[in-house]
């Protein structure tokens, strides 16, 4: 499907394109031939960037193909909709863990809000596992959190693990070696407050935070 088409396929929604309208035109063109569009993708509109997001995870290629085409797209991630669909979709990155932290750990020390948040939100969506988990924490505990959206993938983040791994979220936040700072703190006791996967006990032990 050539660039034109697919930006009068867009045009056709109206002013409003749903996401379930992009994953399926998402779906269509990474079936057809993903690395085509990524590589023609003048990525000039909202709606054409979200579509590269999706089509970057629904891509049948090689870890090590897909690793570059993500990177390449950080750059132009500028909205938590894009870094999240992003991240949450590459899911690539549960047959090939280890090829997908590596490129990760790149960003980690990144100062950058969208950067931080696409460390969080991957971690969040891929490594909440047993294999994984004793490394999340730390990087968690060291991403910059100096901006809105870096703070909320860092709560998001934690919120996941404390529906997961409860013991040892609560260990991580109550030790005195954590880096939190006290925004990123409060905003963490939020969403596990807001989240429906942890048990009403452990939300009840917020409440006094």
Same mark, same amino acid.
Request: a positive charge; aromatic letters at 12%.
């Given at each position: 499907?050539?660039? *034109? =088409?697919?930006?009068?396929? &867009?045009?056709? $929604?109206?002013? +409003?394109?749903?996401?379930? #309208?992009? @994953?399926?035109?998402?779906?269509?063109?990474?079936?057809?031939?993903?690395?085509?569009?990524?590589?023609?993708?003048?990525?000039?509109?909202?709606?054409?960037?979200?579509?590269?997001?999706?089509?970057?995870?629904?891509?049948?290629?090689?870890?090590?193909?897909?690793?570059?085409?993500?990177?390449?797209?950080?750059?132009?991630?500028?909205?938590?909709?894009?870094?999240?669909?992003?991240?949450?979709?590459?899911?690539?990155?549960?047959?090939?863990? *280890? =090829?997908?932290?590596?490129? &990760?750990?790149? $960003?980690?020390? +990144?100062?950058?809000?969208? #950067?931080? @948040?696409?460390?969080?939100?991957?971690?969040?969506?891929?490594?909440?596992?047993?294999?994984?988990?004793?490394?999340?924490?730390?990087?968690?505990?060291?991403?910059?959190?100096?901006?809105?959206?870096?703070?909320?993938?860092?709560?998001?983040?934690?919120?996941?693990?404390?529906?997961?791994?409860?013991?040892?979220?609560?260990?991580?936040?109550?030790?005195?070696?954590?880096?939190?700072?006290?925004?990123?703190?409060?905003?963490?006791?939020?969403?596990?407050?807001?989240?429906?996967?942890?048990?009403?006990?452990?939300?009840?032990?917020?409440?006094?935070?």
């Amino acid at each position: 499907m050539l660039i *034109q =088409e697919i930006k009068e396929k &867009l045009a056709s $929604y109206g002013d +409003s394109v749903s996401v379930p #309208e992009l @994953r399926k035109l998402a779906r269509q063109i990474a079936k057809e031939n993903a690395l085509d569009f990524l590589n023609a993708n003048p990525q000039d509109s909202f709606y054409l960037r979200m579509l590269h997001a999706f089509v970057i995870g629904y891509a049948k290629n090689d870890i090590q193909v897909l690793i570059p085409y993500f990177e390449d797209f950080i750059p132009y991630v500028n909205h938590w909709g894009i870094c999240d669909s992003l991240c949450q979709n590459f899911r690539i990155a549960r047959q090939y863990p *280890q =090829e997908t932290w590596q490129m &990760l750990m790149k $960003y980690k020390n +990144s100062q950058k809000e969208f #950067e931080s @948040r696409i460390v969080s939100v991957t971690l969040l969506s891929h490594y909440m596992t047993e294999a994984y988990i004793g490394q999340v924490f730390p990087v968690l505990d060291s991403l910059y959190s100096g901006d809105y959206y870096a703070q909320m993938g860092i709560a998001w983040a934690l919120a996941t693990a404390m529906a997961k791994f409860p013991d040892k979220c609560i260990a991580y936040l109550q030790s005195g070696n954590n880096h939190l700072d006290h925004v990123t703190y409060r905003r963490t006791l939020q969403k596990i407050r807001e989240s429906n996967r942890v048990p009403a006990e452990i939300k009840q032990m917020t409440k006094t935070k």
